[in-house]
Protein backbone atom coordinates (compact mmCIF):
# COMPACT_ATOMS: atom_id res chain seq x y z
CA UNK A 1 0.00 0.00 0.00
CA UNK A 2 1.24 3.30 -1.05
CA UNK A 3 1.29 6.29 1.60
CA UNK A 4 1.82 9.91 0.88
CA UNK A 5 3.81 12.27 3.72
CA UNK A 6 4.33 15.73 3.79
CA UNK A 7 6.46 16.89 6.55
CA UNK A 8 6.37 20.95 6.54
CA UNK A 9 7.11 23.78 9.07
CA UNK A 10 4.97 24.95 11.53
CA UNK A 11 4.07 28.48 10.95
CA UNK A 12 6.47 30.92 12.33
CA UNK A 13 9.58 28.26 12.29
CA UNK A 14 12.07 30.02 10.09
CA UNK A 15 12.46 28.57 6.76
CA UNK A 16 15.84 29.50 5.18
CA UNK A 17 15.71 27.27 2.45
CA UNK A 18 11.96 28.70 1.82
CA UNK A 19 13.74 32.09 1.98
CA UNK A 20 17.00 31.24 -0.31
CA UNK A 21 14.44 29.62 -3.08
CA UNK A 22 12.25 33.65 -2.94
CA UNK A 23 15.38 34.96 -3.33
CA UNK A 24 16.40 33.34 -6.15
CA UNK A 25 13.19 33.53 -8.00
CA UNK A 26 13.50 37.21 -7.46
CA UNK A 27 16.84 36.82 -9.07
CA UNK A 28 15.63 34.84 -11.97
CA UNK A 29 13.30 37.87 -12.57
CA UNK A 30 9.83 36.18 -11.17
CA UNK A 31 8.31 39.09 -9.71
CA UNK A 32 5.56 38.76 -6.98
CA UNK A 33 6.52 35.60 -4.83
CA UNK A 34 5.65 36.98 -1.87
CA UNK A 35 6.62 33.41 0.24
CA UNK A 36 8.25 30.67 -0.18
CA UNK A 37 7.98 27.43 2.34
CA UNK A 38 9.77 24.52 1.47
CA UNK A 39 9.00 20.47 3.06
CA UNK A 40 9.74 17.76 2.50
CA UNK A 41 7.75 14.50 0.63
CA UNK A 42 7.75 10.90 1.32
CA UNK A 43 6.40 8.20 -0.64
CA UNK A 44 6.46 4.40 1.54
CA UNK A 45 5.44 1.45 -0.17
CA UNK A 46 4.22 -0.52 3.07
CA UNK A 47 3.58 -4.49 3.08
CA UNK A 48 0.61 -3.25 4.72
CA UNK A 49 -2.71 -3.58 2.89
CA UNK A 50 -5.16 -2.15 5.91
CA UNK A 51 -5.44 1.49 5.05
CA UNK A 52 -6.28 2.13 9.03
CA UNK A 53 -3.09 0.28 9.91
CA UNK A 54 -1.07 1.32 7.13
CA UNK A 55 -2.24 5.14 8.14
CA UNK A 56 -1.67 4.28 11.89
CA UNK A 57 1.65 3.07 11.23
CA UNK A 58 3.10 5.65 9.05
CA UNK A 59 1.71 8.51 11.92
CA UNK A 60 4.14 6.37 14.01
CA UNK A 61 6.73 7.04 11.29
CA UNK A 62 6.78 10.33 11.46
CA UNK A 63 6.37 10.87 15.23
CA UNK A 64 9.60 8.22 15.47
CA UNK A 65 11.70 9.48 12.75
CA UNK A 66 9.98 11.07 9.59
CA UNK A 67 8.81 14.54 11.90
CA UNK A 68 10.50 16.69 14.43
CA UNK A 69 7.06 17.44 15.61
CA UNK A 70 9.17 20.19 17.77
CA UNK A 71 8.78 22.37 14.88
CA UNK A 72 7.23 20.22 11.95
CA UNK A 73 4.09 19.14 10.69
CA UNK A 74 3.28 16.25 9.33
CA UNK A 75 -0.16 15.13 6.74
CA UNK A 76 -0.87 11.27 5.79
CA UNK A 77 -2.52 10.15 3.31
CA UNK A 78 -3.44 6.98 2.09
CA UNK A 79 -3.42 4.87 -1.38
CA UNK B 1 -2.95 32.85 -4.93
CA UNK B 2 -1.33 29.72 -3.08
CA UNK B 3 0.69 27.25 -5.25
CA UNK B 4 1.77 23.44 -4.03
CA UNK B 5 4.34 21.72 -5.94
CA UNK B 6 5.93 18.22 -5.94
CA UNK B 7 8.98 17.51 -7.40
CA UNK B 8 10.13 14.12 -7.41
CA UNK B 9 12.98 11.91 -8.78
CA UNK B 10 11.22 9.88 -12.24
CA UNK B 11 11.42 6.48 -11.71
CA UNK B 12 15.04 4.90 -12.00
CA UNK B 13 16.38 7.41 -10.60
CA UNK B 14 18.39 6.21 -7.08
CA UNK B 15 16.97 7.79 -4.26
CA UNK B 16 20.03 7.21 -1.82
CA UNK B 17 18.11 9.56 0.56
CA UNK B 18 14.64 7.52 0.24
CA UNK B 19 17.03 4.35 0.78
CA UNK B 20 18.97 5.69 4.02
CA UNK B 21 15.04 6.42 5.23
CA UNK B 22 13.77 2.65 4.60
CA UNK B 23 17.23 1.14 6.27
CA UNK B 24 16.30 3.79 9.23
CA UNK B 25 13.07 2.68 9.72
CA UNK B 26 13.92 -0.75 9.62
CA UNK B 27 16.30 -0.74 12.43
CA UNK B 28 13.91 1.11 14.37
CA UNK B 29 11.65 -1.83 14.33
CA UNK B 30 8.99 -0.93 11.32
CA UNK B 31 8.56 -3.83 8.83
CA UNK B 32 7.28 -4.57 5.96
CA UNK B 33 8.72 -1.05 4.40
CA UNK B 34 9.36 -2.50 0.90
CA UNK B 35 10.49 1.38 -0.53
CA UNK B 36 10.44 4.89 0.52
CA UNK B 37 10.97 7.78 -2.05
CA UNK B 38 11.93 11.41 -0.54
CA UNK B 39 10.82 14.34 -2.94
CA UNK B 40 10.59 18.41 -2.02
CA UNK B 41 7.86 19.85 -1.41
CA UNK B 42 7.09 23.70 -1.90
CA UNK B 43 4.59 25.94 -1.06
CA UNK B 44 4.47 29.32 -3.13
CA UNK B 45 2.39 32.52 -2.33
CA UNK B 46 1.88 34.39 -5.36
CA UNK B 47 0.79 37.64 -6.09
CA UNK B 48 -0.97 36.02 -9.26
CA UNK B 49 -5.07 36.16 -8.94
CA UNK B 50 -5.71 34.04 -11.86
CA UNK B 51 -5.23 30.17 -11.36
CA UNK B 52 -4.23 29.65 -15.17
CA UNK B 53 -1.20 32.46 -15.12
CA UNK B 54 -0.60 31.13 -11.64
CA UNK B 55 -0.21 27.71 -12.87
CA UNK B 56 1.80 28.98 -15.58
CA UNK B 57 4.13 31.23 -13.48
CA UNK B 58 4.88 27.75 -11.24
CA UNK B 59 5.88 25.60 -13.91
CA UNK B 60 7.96 28.04 -15.53
CA UNK B 61 9.90 28.36 -11.95
CA UNK B 62 9.71 24.14 -11.65
CA UNK B 63 11.96 24.58 -15.19
CA UNK B 64 14.36 27.26 -14.15
CA UNK B 65 14.87 26.26 -10.61
CA UNK B 66 12.98 24.87 -8.66
CA UNK B 67 13.19 20.88 -10.48
CA UNK B 68 15.79 19.70 -12.20
CA UNK B 69 13.86 17.62 -15.30
CA UNK B 70 17.01 15.64 -16.12
CA UNK B 71 16.33 13.23 -13.35
CA UNK B 72 13.46 15.15 -11.69
CA UNK B 73 9.24 15.14 -12.27
CA UNK B 74 7.42 18.16 -10.65
CA UNK B 75 3.50 18.39 -10.22
CA UNK B 76 1.51 22.38 -9.72
CA UNK B 77 -1.75 22.54 -7.98
CA UNK B 78 -3.15 25.51 -7.40
CA UNK B 79 -4.98 27.13 -4.41
Redesign the interface.
Known amino acids: MKVRI ?3 LKDGVLDPQ ?1 EA ?1 RH ?2 GQ ?1 G ?19 TDPARAEA ?1 AR ?2 CE ?3 ANTVIENYEVEIG
Do not use: I, Y
Not at 30 to 35: H, R
Open positions: HVTGVALLFSGVNGVRQGKFLELDLDEAHMKLL
